[in-house]
């Protein structure tokens, strides 16, 4: 089954409430911050509420992912309190290259304890470095199931002047989701960073989802719902896709090789996009089950 991260919200490691009301929001995956979230002085004290509420809080269907700090600032630490408690996956900062990968990994199946369910890795692609290294990165390990992109840090980097309208970004945003379809996993979009701007949100998670992205960061509850919006098939995506593979079956049955709708060619990779469309409308309730 096709896993579904329209969006991923971070919540404050060191903010109680948000932490046992996490599920609330709605969102595919709720990130439990320890690293940009929190400050130096409250880690530890921010390592046992995300702990807790790993064990006790109810986040429902949404993936329970905890950012860690980096592996060379207590990132290790991270691993080693958090791992035990049963996270769907770490989202590992500032990854530079497939070593740091791999090590991370190392660490995270060393902390897991018997019977739990393998813990997975989200790499967090934030430097030039990480960039240009992110296809050996996301290959590194079979934990990795998506990259996600930092535009923040990615272009302070750079050196680069941050804008609204992302054009400074978009380059990156296509070598990143290069990559993660190269290594057969979801590429995740950057945050939107002015929580006020619903307009400009729908804008930049819809060009988002057009150039290649599975989904978005999230930094506020409220964005969540406007992602979603942009992320989901429309009414449009599902009938087409019905209409493909329905092509397809009638193709099949009649011995045919070839295969056209509304006049156009449909090959192998159009027809897998129709099946990958249809798949996530059912599984976010917006088709029925074949025969329902």
């Known amino acids: 089954m096709m896993a579904i991260r329209r969006s991923m919200l971070f919540i404050p490691g060191n903010h109680p409430g948000m932490l046992q009301n996490g599920g609330v929001f709605g969102a595919d995956s709720v990130i439990l911050d320890l690293e940009d979230a929190v400050a130096p002085t409250e880690k530890d004290a921010a390592r046992r509420l995300v702990g807790m509420a790993l064990k ?12 860690i700090n980096p592996l060379d600032c207590d990132g290790a630490v991270d691993i080693a309190a958090i791992v035990p408690c049963a996270p769907d996956a770490i989202l590992l900062p500032k990854v530079q290259n497939a070593a740091e990968l791999r090590e991370a990994a190392a660490l995270i199946a060393s902390a897991e304890v018997a ?11 934030e430097t030039p470095r990480g960039l240009a290294n992110a296809l050996e990165i996301a290959e590194a390990d079979p934990r ?13 980097g750079l050196g680069a002047v941050r804008s609204k309208e992302g054009g400074e970004i978009l380059t990156a945003r296509a070598l990143l989701i290069n990559a993660a379809a190269a290594a057969g996993i979801d590429a995740i979009d950057t945050p939107f960073t002015d929580a006020n701007d619903d307009a400009g949100l729908a804008e930049d998670a819809g060009l988002a989802r057009r150039i290649g992205f599975k989904g978005k960061l999230a930094i506020n509850p409220r964005q969540v719902d406007v992602i ?6 429309s009414e449009k995506e599902i009938d087409w896709a019905e209409r493909v593979v329905f092509a397809i079956e009638q193709a099949q ?11 156009k060619m449909v090959d192998a990779p159009i027809v ?9 409308a059912r599984m976010l309730g917006l088709k029925k089950e074949d025969g329902q």
């Open 144 to 156: 990795v199931v998506a990259l996600a992109f930092g535009a923040e840090d990615y272009t302070a």
């Open 253 to 263: 049955a009649q011995g045919s090789g070839v295969i056209a709708v509304d006049g």
């Open 272 to 280: 897998n996009r129709a099946k990958r469309t249809l798949e996530m």
């Open 115 to 125: 019977g739990q369910k393998p813990v997975k890795i989200i790499a967090l692609i």
């Open 56 to 67: 006790n809080a109810d986040y429902g269907d949404s993936e329970k992912v905890v950012r």
């Open 228 to 233: 979603h919006e942009a992320f989901n098939p």
